[in-house]
């Protein structure tokens, strides 16, 4: 996983590999500290090799901290069929946000990528 800042001072998460349990230690890091510094977070998991639900699942609450933070979390995927596979295969894409996103934000509803 490689973090980039950009001259907004937004930060992008590109991440390579897999996303799978065994990573899930070293995932969960980075994501935390792109969050922590950056008010904007992109994670591009158009290089993504593999995934599994705890990946997702810590999407998902990356997501959820960013919100309850103030800030924005944003998963660009670049057509990857790996994690549209993955998250369509789970039932994470939906047609609407989750209870816990007020703010109609959610990373998993169409469109969003």
């Known amino acids: 996983m490689e973090r980039v800042t950009d001259p907004q ?3 992008t998460l590109k991440v390579s590999g897999g996303v799978t349990i065994c990573e899930a230690s070293d995932f969960r890091e980075a994501l935390l500290a792109a ?3 950056a008010p904007e977070v992109r994670v ?3 290089g993504l090799t593999g995934m599994d639900l705890t990946g997702l ?3 998902c609450s990356a997501h959820q901290s960013a919100v309850r933070r103030g800030k924005s979390l944003h998963i ?5 069929a790996i994690f ?3 998250a369509t295969g789970a039932g994470f894409q939906r047609h609407t946000g989750c209870p816990q996103d007020r703010a109609c934000s959610c990373i998993w509803v169409e469109g969003e990528r």
């Open 76 to 80: 660009f995927d670049g057509g990857n």
């Open 44 to 46: 591009d998991v158009s």
């Open 57 to 59: 699942q810590l999407l």
């Open 35 to 37: 969050l922590e510094a």
């Open 84 to 86: 549209r596979d993955t």
């Open 9 to 11: 001072g937004g930060e």
